[in-house]
Structures are given as C-alpha cells and as structure tokens.
C-alpha cells in the first residue's frame, strides 16, 4: 500500500499562483507514476497532470499547459504541483494519486491506484 498527504491548497485571488505538495510513505518503491486530479464543485473529477516517478516525463491537459508543472523530489518521496496564473475555473479539490503499474504515461488520465485525500483550491476573481 502506498499514503499520499496533501498539502498546500488554500484561498488565492485570480492571477496567483500557489503550490501543491504530496508526500508519499509506505511502499513507494512500487510506484511507476504519480499524479493530479481535481474535482470541481457538481462536476466529475478530472486529470490535471502526472508524472513518471523514475525518468520524470510529464503529461498534462491542454487547460493548465503553460500555467501549471508537475515535478518530483525523488528522494523526499514528493510530487508538486505549481500553479500559476490561476483562474477561478481552478477552483476544486485536488487530489494527489500514485500508480504501482507501468502504463503509458497519458493512460494515467484514467485513473491511479492510490488517493490521497484531497486540498482545497479556492480561486477567486
């Protein structure tokens, strides 16, 4: 099994930027990929960006290309997420994941094996 704790949500005025981290414990030596994804308030969940754990090859939907990157602290057992020129269209839960299966790295988008919990984003305009 592999934990992920999110940390770093909060409130930010549109324009602004902020920085997600997840820490992962427990059997990280399995994970292949981890990721993002976010749920916005009556909407579905959805793919925002992942990041291959060894080579460090990302991927992300067209919406945040150029606004937010995805990176990894191998060591530290931590991905982030940096968002910039944030929108209130941003504003969701976001959610941390991690994948123990070697895939395609854009076949993430359709899941992950594990969760973390969840980090608000408020994005105000």
């Known amino acids: 099994q592999v934990q992920l704790v999110e940390s770093g949500g909060g409130l930010v005025q549109a324009g602004g930027s902020l920085r997600l981290s997840c820490a992962a414990s427990?059997?990280?030596?399995?994970?292949?990929?981890m990721g993002w994804f976010r749920q916005a308030p009556g909407k579905e969940r959805e793919f925002v960006a992942a990041i291959n754990w060894s080579g460090g090859s990302t991927y992300y939907i067209d919406s945040v290309k150029g606004r937010f990157t995805i990176s990894r602290d191998n060591a530290k057992n931590t991905v982030y997420l940096q968002m910039n020129s944030l929108k209130p269209e941003d504003t969701a839960v976001y959610y941390c994941?991690?994948?123990?299966?070697?895939?395609?790295?854009?076949?993430?988008?359709?899941?992950?094996?594990?969760w973390g919990k969840g980090t608000l984003v408020t994005v105000s305009s």
């Open positions: 427990g059997r990280t030596f399995s994970i292949y990929a």
């Open positions: 994941a991690a994948d123990a299966r070697p895939r395609v790295l854009t076949d993430y988008k359709y899941g992950m094996d594990y």
